[in-house]
């Protein structure tokens, strides 16, 4: 990996990019793509596209998404203590014990997800439930009040605080790779048609949305302003591997062993068959994958957005998400950009991809 992309990856990782609240995250990941694109633009909510061949009338998406799941602060107690809810898929069963950032009125707030000890836990046989849903807060505020004081409100939004790092020197780990390792291997495409010096005849909008993990809400929005004749999308999927998955109704995916290519109706199979040739053609391992009538990825808003447009999901797999340790394989990392890479430069514009012409 070349050493300014890899310090591209780790400051776009590193930041903070919760849903909704995403906007420091994609200044970062514009401020790099810009210099390998001709034009650029934000929606109202902070989905951005960036431009390769900005008038050509044939329009091409390659798309990630990138919000991370978090919390909002919803109670504080007069002791001071700071319940939570979800925002996105969070998962209460992480949080425990756990070093948290509030995203305060007056700046960044550390805090802790406090927990009983475990011999007071076992011994408990009176008093309030104490299940992970009730998790709470501690900023060192001894009063609601004081938690104000320091820019707590009902409704800052709270992240964990991890930094990404590597494994064996084969896997990346940290918080938020769903899907913001996306959106570094969109820009990564980007960077190599730039340098190799590649004209490709269409119009590349590579584009990052925001809301995902609330329901694809970006992707919608920014799939009606860009119009787009084709779409690939990227996200992460599970490595069954891992402990407790059924593979019988998961199916069989592995970090290391390539992209996972996925079956799906809004995966438009002729757009998946030319995946599957580029990668047949350039030697790229690939995996496949089935899934049961929604893809559950910004793929199914393309591809039911203006009348339909064709659509393709490339996914990286990934161990334990919506955790603060999703882990994925830096082989595969480079060969979903290589895999979208080349489909791109081998795409002639004006490709109909229709099923009956």
């Known amino acids: 990996m070349k050493a300014k992309s890899k310090k591209f990856l780790y400051s776009y990782l590193n930041c903070e990019s919760p849903t909704g609240f995403e906007v420091e995250g994609q200044k970062i990941w514009l401020d790099y793509i810009k210099q390998f694109t001709d034009d650029y633009f934000t929606d109202t909510y902070g989905s951005a596209a960036a431009i390769i061949n900005p008038d050509a009338k044939y329009k091409v998406v390659i798309e990630a998404h990138c919000d991370e799941i978090s919390w909002f602060v919803n109670y504080i107690s007069k002791e001071g203590y700071i319940h939570v809810i979800r925002n996105g898929g969070s998962d209460y069963v992480i949080a425990p014990s756990k070093r948290a950032k509030i995203h305060g009125e007056n700046g960044m707030v550390p805090a802790v997800f406090g927990w009983p000890a475990i011999h007071v836990r076992e011994k408990r046989e009176e008093g309030g439930k104490m299940d992970v849903e009730t998790v709470v807060l ?61 004209k490709i005849p269409f119009g590349l909008y ?56 996925s079956f799906a109706p809004a995966v438009h199979n002729n757009v998946l068959k030319m995946l599957f040739d580029v990668a047949g053609k350039k030697k790229i391992d690939y995996q496949r994958s089935a899934l049961s009538r929604f893809s559950g990825t910004d793929t199914d808003a393309f591809a039911y957005s203006n009348e339909g447009v064709a659509s393709a999901l490339i996914s990286l797999p990934l161990k334990y998400m919506h955790t603060t340790v999703e882990m994925v394989a830096l082989k595969d990392i480079e060969n979903v950009i290589r895999l979208m890479y080349e489909f791109l430069i081998q795409l002639k514009a004006g490709h109909d991809f229709r099923y009956i012409k």
Do not use: W
Request: aromatic share 4%; charged share 25%; proline share 3%.
């Open 138 to 198: 501690d900023c060192g505020a001894g009063t609601d009040k004081e938690a104000n004081k320091m820019g707590v409100q009902v409704g800052s939004v709270v992240t964990f605080d991890d930094q990404l790092m590597e494994l064996n020197k084969k896997y990346l780990v940290g918080r938020a790779l769903d899907n913001r390792i996306g959106g570094f291997m969109i820009a990564e495409v980007a960077r190599m048609i730039k340098q190799n010096k590649v």
């Open 206 to 261: 590579v584009t990052n949305a925001v809301q995902e993990e609330i329901g694809l809400r970006g992707a919608e929005m920014i799939a009606h302003r860009i119009k787009p004749d084709l779409a690939i999308i990227t996200d992460v999927c599970h490595d069954t591997t891992a402990p407790g998955y059924n593979k019988i109704k998961q199916g069989d995916l592995h970090a290391g062993k390539g992209p996972v290519l």
